[in-house]
């Protein structure tokens, strides 16, 4: 069969030369769930990878099948292509997280869902499909940690500078708000072999790598063991991890150092403990967040921080005193986002269960659109809110203050924090209303 993976649908027109041209030559987060699937897809198939961040899909293209992969944001353009592939008689799979949120919606625009992670029952489907017995829905199975998948030779377009791993799979934690964790198996924690993710590691031809790990602080014994592994490989990495591991756990974090960690991605979410335990991320208390940051940077380690507004505790105040506290603790680079209430979690059925969504515009639901009613704030308070502190934290007297002081922790840390700066500078572009 002619098989097409599409992932990373376009949701709005590349505004900026410099931004077209970045996309185009370079991959900056490399894609790993479509190469997946082709490397474990048996040979006497042909499989195309389109990302629609390098060329958009062309349906003129002769397919037997298309899997399209797609989040709650892009969710018109994977049905928008996924109806014209159906009219011209080619068998549509849809996945991702919309899709398994959402897979009787998801089913008038397709042949078949794939739900969860695909790849155990990806060649089920092939095989279904080949005997014209293709099902309706494909629920999701155990993942085994010790499947072992061979690197795929289909490879996205553009110079690679960063490659991708996965070491672990599914983050127990279930947070409110999070879609992956609330995703059907998404809560079901797995561990690869260590062997295996350093083999892999190994074969991947670029300096740096990107742990797409949920946090990789899940299970402290196996990421000292990975981490011990790494560092006669001398690769540099990026990885996610949770704050309350990272403030105690100093052998950790030196260890991350030793294998080549350049950064960490830090969910602390909110300086209010009242926020943090409604979402039910008991990991994050508010009292280890200076220990986690002084962890970090007594070994030279940039911290990436992610920061959401709108919880039900935020209240006009909170952008201040959230610039505030990101002063006091140092933190090097930080994402803000709108809280968004993501199909399939516990946070959408609240809020529509308390008639506070505002639209299911999907489109939407992209972190820097306001999609519900805030409890204390209006939705313009929010919008402008979050922009102010994305202007007041990225400003450029305080950007080249941190790429400065960054300089102290090596040459590939401060390169982090400085291209990360610069890239913060297009995000305040992103957030609009509804």
Sequence with gaps: MNILIVEQLKTRPTRYLFEKTVLTMFSILPSLYPRRLAAITPKHHRVTIV??????????????????????????????????????????????LHASALPEEAKQHAD???LGRGE?????????MENNHLK?????EDYPSEIKIPPTRVELPGFMLIGAVEATRGCPYKCS???ESNTP????????????????????????????????TINPRYAKELFAGMREL???FMCNGNVDVLARDEELVKL????????????????????????????NKIETYSNAVENLHSNNIPIIGDFIFGFDGDEPDVFDETLKHLEILGINIADFTILTPFPGTPLFSQLDREGRILTKDWSQYNLHTVVFKPKHLTPKELLDGVRKVYQKFYAPSKSIGRCISSLKMGFYPSSVVTGRHIVSSFNIKNIRGG
């Design 256 to 283: 991350s150092k030793e294998a080549g960690c350049l950064a960490w991605l830090v969910g602390f979410e909110s300086f209010s403990q009242e926020n943090i335990d409604q979402t039910g991320k008991y990991t």
């Design 51 to 96: 990302n629609e961040r390098y060329k958009p899909v062309s349906p003129i293209d002769k397919y037997d099948l298309v899997n399209i992969h797609f989040t709650t944001a892009s969710a018109y353009r994977a049905y928008y292509l996924a109806d014209i592939f159906r009219r011209k008689g080619v068998k549509v799979v849809l996945s991702g």
């Design 112 to 114: 078949s869902i794939l």
């Design 234 to 236: 001398e690769k540099h």
């Design 120 to 128: 155990i029952n990806w060649l089920t489907l092939l095989n279904d």
């Design 136 to 140: 309706e829905i494909y629920p999701p």
């Design 177 to 179: 708000f999070c879609p």
């Design 185 to 216: 198996n998404g809560s079901i924690f797995y561990m690869r072999p260590v062997e295996d993710v350093i083999e892999e590691i190994r074969s991947i031809p670029q300096k740096i790598i990107m742990f797409y790990d949920t946090s990789l």
